[in-house]
């Protein structure tokens, strides 16, 4: 990869330029290919995806897929995506260096231009946006290398710049709930998010994510879904045998990765589009017995803000005044995990029930 990082520093006219070629060789690509294109809604906000390949889509659609619209109406953004290896010309080099690209993989100084650069080390992949024409590029080095982990909650920064908009972030945070609505799970990655989510998940409670999840913080704040899958490590596979019996499970390749559970196939019914947020959970792995409390919208929003800021560096901090304004609307708890899933759901109902309208 770094021979491919040939270029001293950016030059103001750089990104344009580079985004254009982009664009051609994704052109050049879908001639080749073909393209296969879905729309996908996510609450009143549409996306277009055009994949060059049916092999691409294949291997980025499944987490995905509940999310088909054929019904029409306006689209807000649209993806184009394709594979490196497939372009017939060949892909530009990057003009940057590693010393250039900063945490969540954007590219410094991309961020003050119309184009916007994420390039993520870890797998190769490319995502440039045009801030102006709400049009996103996805390269990606090879489908059939595409890792584990992005097959299992995809695209997550090139979404973020197709749903932003007033008030509407892409957050690190889970979420759950039902028909009084959903509680908003805040932490850093190993608070115990995903063991509060999957066990309200078991007991019967509506699932919209475990990790991330797409904010509305609007008059009524609402968290909406990304993906309809759930990642289980090994302590997950033990506490959640049924989970665990319809789990995927990586490669030998990538045996430091977590397992994946298919939650609207394995749980029919339970994945909901999206809920209002009627209250912030604090999770904190204690275990022993569980224990609820309110604490301060503070407290809440120093679980919330600092994570989601340093995974999704994309928007200049401004997903911290809508966290503000959401944990001063609700009722904010933490919830100390303890051993027993059954409390855990409980303590997700009872936060519900003290939060109810």
């Not at 250039?100 to 993520?120: F, K, M, N, T």
């Not at 908009?165 to 190993?190: F, I, K, N, P």
């Not at 879904?225 to 995927?248: E, Q």
């Given at each position: 990869?770094?021979?491919?990082?040939?270029?001293?520093?950016?030059?103001?006219?750089?990104?344009?330029?580079?985004?254009?070629?982009?664009?051609?060789?994704?052109?050049?690509?879908?001639e080749?290919?073909?393209?296969?294109?879905?729309?996908?809604?996510?609450?009143?906000?549409?996306?277009?995806?055009?994949?060059?390949?049916?092999?691409?889509?294949?291997?980025?659609?499944?987490?995905?897929?509940?999310?088909?619209?054929?019904?029409?109406?306006h689209?807000?953004?649209?993806?184009?995506?394709?594979?490196?290896?497939?372009?017939?010309?060949?892909?530009?080099?990057?003009?940057?260096?590693?010393?250039?690209?900063?945490?969540?993989?954007?590219?410094?100084?991309?961020?003050?231009?119309?184009?916007?650069?994420?390039?993520?080390?870890?797998?190769?992949?490319?995502?440039?946006?045009?801030?102006?024409?709400?049009?996103?590029?996805?390269?990606?080095?090879?489908?059939?290398?595409?890792?584990?982990?992005?097959?299992?909650?995809?695209?997550?920064?090139?979404?973020?710049?197709a749903?932003?908009?007033?008030?509407?972030?892409?957050?690190?945070?889970?979420?759950?709930?039902?028909?009084?609505?959903?509680?908003?799970?805040?932490?850093?990655?190993?608070?115990g998010?995903?063991?509060?989510?999957?066990?309200?998940?078991?007991?019967?409670?509506?699932?919209?994510?475990?990790?991330y999840?797409?904010?509305?913080?609007?008059?009524?704040?609402?968290?909406?879904?990304?993906?309809?899958?759930?990642?289980?490590?090994?302590?997950?596979l033990?506490?959640?045998?049924?989970?665990?019996?319809?789990?995927?499970?990586?490669?030998?390749s990538?045996?430091?990765?977590?397992?994946?559970?298919?939650?609207?196939?394995?749980?029919?019914?339970?994945?909901?589009?999206?809920?209002?947020?009627?209250?912030?959970?604090?999770?904190?792995i204690?275990?022993g017995?569980?224990?609820?409390?309110?604490?301060?919208?503070?407290?809440?929003?120093?679980?919330?803000?600092?994570?989601?800021?340093?995974?999704?560096?994309?928007?200049?901090?401004?997903?911290?005044?809508?966290?503000?304004?959401?944990?001063?609307?609700?009722?904010?708890?933490?919830?100390?995990?303890?051993?027993?899933?059954?409390?855990?759901?409980s303590?997700?109902?009872?936060?519900?029930?003290?939060?109810?309208?």
């Amino acid at each position: 990869m770094s021979e491919r990082l040939v270029s001293p520093r950016l030059a103001e006219a750089t990104l344009p330029s580079f985004y254009a070629a982009a664009a051609g060789e994704y052109d050049l690509t879908a001639e080749r290919t073909g393209v296969v294109e879905v729309d996908l809604r996510f609450a009143d906000r549409m996306v277009r995806l055009r994949f060059a390949g049916a092999e691409l889509a294949d291997a980025l659609l499944g987490a995905l897929a509940p999310r088909h619209d054929d019904g029409g109406g306006h689209v807000h953004a649209t993806l184009a995506v394709w594979d490196e290896h497939a372009c017939p010309a060949g892909s530009r080099p990057f003009p940057w260096r590693l010393a250039d690209i900063g945490p969540g993989g954007l590219v410094r100084g991309s961020d003050v231009d119309q184009v916007v650069a994420i390039h993520e080390t870890a797998s190769g992949a490319l995502t440039l946006v045009n801030r102006a024409g709400r049009s996103v590029l996805h390269r990606v080095p090879h489908s059939a290398a595409v890792p584990w982990w992005e097959r299992a909650a995809p695209l997550r920064p090139a979404l973020f710049w197709a749903l932003r908009g007033e008030g509407r972030h892409l957050v690190h945070a889970g979420a759950v709930g039902d028909d009084r609505g959903g509680v908003l799970l805040a932490g850093a990655s190993g608070s115990g998010k995903t063991t509060v989510a999957l066990a309200a998940l078991v007991h019967g409670l509506g699932y919209v994510a475990d990790d991330y999840v797409l904010l509305h913080a609007v008059s009524e704040p609402a968290a909406i879904s990304l993906y309809r899958t759930a990642k289980l490590d090994d302590g997950h596979l033990a506490r959640f045998t049924t989970l665990a019996a319809a789990a995927s499970f990586p490669p030998p390749s990538a045996v430091e990765e977590k397992a994946v559970v298919d939650v609207a196939a394995s749980m029919p019914g339970s994945l909901r589009a999206s809920l209002p947020v009627r209250a912030v959970m604090v999770p904190r792995i204690r275990g022993g017995r569980a224990r609820l409390r309110r604490v301060s919208p503070a407290e809440a929003l120093l679980a919330l803000a600092p994570s989601t800021v340093l995974q999704l560096p994309f928007d200049d901090g401004a997903a911290l005044a809508s966290l503000a304004a959401v944990v001063r609307r609700v009722p904010c708890f933490a919830l100390d995990v303890g051993d027993d899933v059954a409390e855990l759901a409980s303590a997700v109902e009872q936060a519900l029930e003290q939060a109810a309208p």
